[in-house]
């Protein structure tokens, strides 16, 4: 991997923000000469290494680019000359590979003390969001990113979760990078089943229910509505494929024909067409009440989000977008000559537009009303002009991967390059056998719920620890909903995975609960030590001279770019590897370097090394949206 800074220069620097950078400055500046290069040219190649034994930043020589001299024998030559100096000792050649190595001291004398200095801010850079990084005054960019999007009455199925869990996590990571960032849930809260909503409600409702537990009780209304509607629509399926043979055989298919429209006529799925069709008329009774299942919903979605330290700046929805909007939409495909009538709908033939893949996708339907991927135009269309943002990301299930190409692709088509261009699609796989222990998932607070239990099932396990935890309950839950969000991020978005209750909240292996002890466990040494943050902020840090000090100290040196290289895959797990690889180191350590029991001194050293492990491990959490304990 190779880093892409530009050399740090002037009052603009990075350099206060990523310690890495000086290094980084100073090795290009190094070898500059002696490649003849520019020192510009050195720092882009300058890369990560894998592995501590392989230095802390390494050059691959051919990545240069310079002729005549085989690549080994250049690695060569330039360690030769390289000057060693109080930062950098000489590079290693290592095949066609230079390593460069900090030297310890230096490095620790650096790292630690910046870390307890900037706290939170360790890692975050907030110049990155800069519209121009020389001129704060310019202003920061601006992101929307729209996740969660759950459908009002409809369950809240995987996809949702997986889309919260990873579109709050890259809304903390813009802003980590100083960008100005809108979190917006697209509520699927228009369409056919509102209207067969409020007809339940009218059979089934009961207002106090309704204020009690909105979202429980229009799913279950919702339920039981199908229960009518469900043998219906077969029904009128079963006739229609008779009605299909019929015609085949060339006998007589009025009887039948007529029999189809009576049984439409009066199923509940005609009755929600109507309704819906005064709801998309502004009839304002219908509005009413669907705005009353909006609006209880909204208020029970947000107390749930809180739970993961989730806020949105903005609850949009499909049914905020305005039909005239849609209609302009429509009227530029059409004069564009992009879309075409079909049997009086309306469609886009993707093929004839340069993309196969993309198939074809109706915009209008007979009747006139608005299509999911309509409403995504016209919505896409208002955000632009509502909030001028730089950069949006949509966090949508692969399953989707099409309906957004679609989107997307319609922009192009009807000249909004500039909008598409700034849309990017950050999807993810699936998650198989997601049900709580109760059955069907309403909300995520049954799957949160169900975690939580299954911890303090896990935590009861020890008796002798559980004793001692003050909240057992409120502990749970919080790690509980750790053990999900940390599955959800173990591997590459793309991939997809099994939820596991068991593997999820066991404390052995890579899981959330692990990660969150390493935490407590760093809070308890602190608190046994009890030094104050003075003695801390004095220690003599040249006495952490062991491999595992120094090594935990090149790991939080590279933090923040951990950060800025998450910048560009978009992906949790970059951060995750990296916490559990410091975490092992972390365990792996309090054997070696002990706090209580050492001299005053080293344990003051000490402390000073594990407060800033603990910082980063804090930072890294609250990124990926965990809430950190301090016991458990
Ligand atoms: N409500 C949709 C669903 O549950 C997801 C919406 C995604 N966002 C969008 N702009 N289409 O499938």
Not at 167 to 196: C, S
Not at 250 to 260: A, R
Not at 364 to 386: A, C, F
Request: charged share 30%; net charge neutral.
């Amino acid at each position: 991997m190779a880093s892409q800074h530009s050399v740090p220069n002037g009052p603009g620097s990075r350099l206060t923000n990523n310690p890495v950078d000086i290094y980084r400055e100073k090795i290009s500046e190094a070898l500059a000469p002696i490649t003849r290069k520019t020192p510009q040219e050195v720092y882009e190649k300058l890369a990560w290494t894998q592995t501590f034994d392989k230095g802390d930043l390494g050059l691959p020589v051919p990545s240069l680019r310079i002729k005549g001299k085989k690549p080994t024998e250049q690695a060569v030559e330039w360690s030769e000359k390289f000057p060693e100096s109080d930062l950098v000792a000489k590079p290693v050649v290592a095949g066609t590979f230079l390593q460069f190595f900090f030297k310890p001291e230096p490095l620790t004398k650096l790292i630690i003390p910046s870390i307890l200095n900037k706290k939170a801010s360790y890692g975050t850079n907030d110049k990155l969001g800069l519209r121009d990084e020389s001129d704060p005054s310019k202003g920061k960019k601006r992101i929307i990113v729209e996740f969660s999007s759950p459908n009002i009455a409809k369950p809240f199925h995987a996809g949702h979760l997986r889309s919260t869990i990873i579109g709050g996590f890259l809304a903390n990571l813009y802003e980590a990078a100083g960008w100005d960032v809108l979190r917006m849930n697209y509520l699927g809260d228009w369409g056919r089943q509102f209207g067969l909503l409020a007809n339940a409600f009218e059979m089934y409702g009961s207002e106090e229910a309704l204020e009690r537990d909105p979202i429980g009780h229009l799913f279950d209304i919702y339920v039981e509505i199908n229960k009518l509607s469900r043998p219906q629509e077969d029904a009128i399926k079963e006739k229609k494929e008779e009605l299909k043979q019929v015609a085949e055989a060339g006998k007589e298919t009025l009887d039948l024909e007529n029999e189809i429209a009576e049984l439409e006529s009066k199923s509940e799925n005609e009755r929600a067409r109507q309704y819906f069709k005064r709801l998309e008329d502004g009839d304002e009774a219908a509005r009413a009440t669907w705005s009353r299942f909006r609006d209880l919903s909204i208020q029970k979605y947000k107390q749930t989000y809180a739970r993961l330290n989730i806020h949105y700046d903005h609850y949009s929805g499909e049914s905020q977008v305005e039909r005239e909007r849609m209609e302009k939409a429509a009227n530029i495909l059409k004069e564009r000559g992009i879309s075409e009538d079909s049997k009086g709908a309306i469609l886009v033939d993707f093929t004839k537009h340069g993309d196969k893949k993309l198939g074809k996708a109706l915009i209008k339907k007979t009747d006139g009303s608005s299509l999911y991927l309509t409403r995504d135009v016209g919505e896409i269309v208002k955000r632009d002009e509502l909030y001028s943002f730089d950069k949006m990301i949509y966090v949508i299930a692969s399953q989707q991967d099409i309906h957004v190409a679609q989107l997307f692709k319609i922009l192009d088509l009807m000249g909004l390059q500039d909008i598409s261009g700034k849309c990017q699609h950050v999807n993810f796989g699936m998650v198989q056998g997601m049900s709580t222990r109760k059955g069907t998932v309403k909300f995520l607070d049954d799957i949160l719920r169900d975690v939580g239990e299954k911890m303090h099932e896990v935590m009861k396990a020890n008796q002798a620890k559980y004793e001692q935890v003050e909240q057992p309950e409120q502990t749970a839950d919080t790690l509980g909903i750790t053990a999900v969000m940390v599955q959800d991020m173990s591997g590459k978005r793309i991939n997809n995975y099994d939820f596991s209750l068991e593997r999820m909240t066991s404390f052995e292996g890579d899981t959330g609960p692990y990660l969150q002890y390493a935490h407590a466990r760093l809070c308890s040494i602190s608190r046994k030590a009890g030094l104050s943050p003075q003695d801390i902020g004095s220690a003599d840090l040249s006495l952490l001279t062991e491999s595992h000090a120094v090594n935990l100290v090149r790991a939080l040196a590279s933090w923040p770019d951990v950060v800025q290289n998450t910048l560009k895959t978009l992906e949790p797990v970059t951060v995750l590897s990296y916490l559990f690889k410091m975490t092992h180191m972390l365990s792996s350590s309090y054997d070696v370097l002990k706090v209580i029991g050492s001299e005053p001194e080293l344990m003051k050293a000490r402390m000073a090394l594990y407060e800033a492990a603990r910082q980063v491990l804090h930072n890294g959490m609250k990124l990926l949206g965990l809430n950190p304990v301090e016991r458990m």
